[in-house]
């Protein structure tokens, strides 16, 4: 984009503020309007999975004006602070929690070359980054002046700083795999079909990424390991001073890091925006062997959209865990991180080490494809039997107590 604005006689300082400016815009309206579509899709994801009235029906045919009230609420919302809050740090942490999550974005691609940074150590920029929202929750539970909030960051900092380290070891299987820290060429890597997706590379990258998905959910505070924001205990957590804009702000932060984690695990694992279809070129190049220039974007746009598909995927599956598995304890939260993911991380990467040294080109090949085959089968079988399974309808019988059935008490 730089060299574009230079020829239309921009001076290179221009060129590069200029061509900042649009990524970031670019990026800020993708992550605003992922906010708005994950926050209907949860409210529709919670309605279905728990049978709650509500959420499937209110709002439109498909409910997507319960959302826009929700915003136009939370703008004239009044701003309110508490008496014994620091100012400065009250008003800033919300932006520095959101900061931390669109920083990320930068060094995130989307397709083959489409990305506001190509960085060459671009796993590791996005991983720090990513950790300094937890800054942003630190200072709003100090900058609040109440206890409550305080505990709730301070829990918060404890259990993201806890699962970072397994969630960086597991990014270093595919990066020790694909020989560096870039994410483009890591992308570029898992080209052709599905097994070459680095999920299925051997038993370890397979186990990896769920290993990571785990402790990236745990990141981005999600149940159920949504301490911080238990209402039965801490009354919302580490906001719980918070309203209007600055609320809202916490959890773009947080929909914004799903995302951004969402695709760092699809470059790293998930074939990134590829397809996966056998003998299907890379797209951008098949376009643009037809049409040039424009072919060259319109392969990039659809690359594009695999890659935002396989994210909010990976979104709707946090959701899914959400409303699905019973939030946990703070000692089961921080036990499952250092007594069982730390040491199944290490033995991850130490196996992975391994297994590049002794086993021979022919074995891992067998062991690809068996893993692909295998995943490939497993998800059809399921998709069949929920698209097959009879619905349900009214309370099962045995729930229904015996002075409500005919042959009475």
């Known amino acids: 984009m730089v060299e574009a604005l230079q020829s239309l006689g921009l001076s290179q300082f221009f060129a590069v503020a200029l061509a900042s400016l649009i990524a970031a815009g670019i990026l800020v309206t993708f992550v605003a309007l992922s906010a708005l579509f994950f926050i209907w899709l949860e409210r529709k994801v919670s309605g279905r ?52 999550s669109f ?44 206890k409550w909030s305080l505990f709730g960051g301070i829990r918060e900092a404890a259990q993201v700083v806890s699962y970072e380290v397994p969630r960086a070891m597991c990014v270093l299987l595919p990066v020790i795999l694909a020989g560096t820290l870039n994410l483009n060429t890591i992308g570029q ?14 038993p370890f990258t397979f186990a990896a990424f769920w290993i990571f998905f785990t402790c990236a959910t745990a990141s981005c505070k999600r149940a159920p390991f949504d301490l911080a924001e238990a209402e039965s205990e801490l009354v919302a957590g580490f906001h719980t001073e918070y309203s209007g804009l600055r609320w809202s702000l916490f959890f773009m932060a947080e929909y914004g890091s799903m995302f951004a984690v969402s695709g760092i695990a699809t470059i790293l694992f998930l074939g990134g925006w590829h397809t996966g279809l056998p003998f299907v070129p890379e797209l951008s190049e098949l376009f643009s062997g037809w049409l040039g220039t424009v072919g060259w974007w319109i392969g990039n746009l659809i690359n594009v959209g695999v890659f935002i ?41 130490l ?59």
């Open 309 to 349: 598909v396989k994210g909010w995927l990976l979104v709707f599956v946090m959701m899914w865990v959400r409303w699905t598995l019973p939030r946990l304890r703070i000692d089961q939260v921080m036990m499952t991180c250092l007594k069982y993911l730390l040491p199944i991380s290490c033995v991850l990467l």
């Open 103 to 146: 920083v990320a974005f930068v060094a995130l691609p989307f397709a083959n070359g489409i990305v506001a940074a190509n960085m060459n150590v671009a796993i590791f920029f996005m991983l720090a980054v990513l950790s300094s929202e937890v800054f942003g929750v630190i200072l709003a539970g100090y900058g609040s002046g109440s």
């Open 49 to 100: 999975i728990q049978d709650r009235l509500g959420p499937t029906r209110v709002g439109g045919k498909y409910g997507w004006l319960q959302t826009v009230a929700d915003g136009v609420k939370l703008l004239v919302k009044e701003d309110t602070m508490p008496a014994d809050a620091d100012p400065f740090l009250f008003k800033i942490a919300p932006y520095i929690a959101f900061c931390g």
């Open 351 to 409: 196996g992975l080490s391994v297994w590049q040294l002794l086993v021979p080109r022919a074995i891992n090949d067998i062991v690809r494809y068996v893993l692909t085959a295998g995943s490939v089968g497993f998800a059809g079988l399921t998709l069949v039997r929920l698209l097959t399974q009879a619905p349900t309808t009214g309370i099962p019988p045995s729930m229904i107590p015996t002075s409500m059935t005919s042959e009475g008490p």
């Open 189 to 202: 890597q898992q080209a052709g079909g599905i097994w070459n997706w680095y999920i299925f590379h051997d």
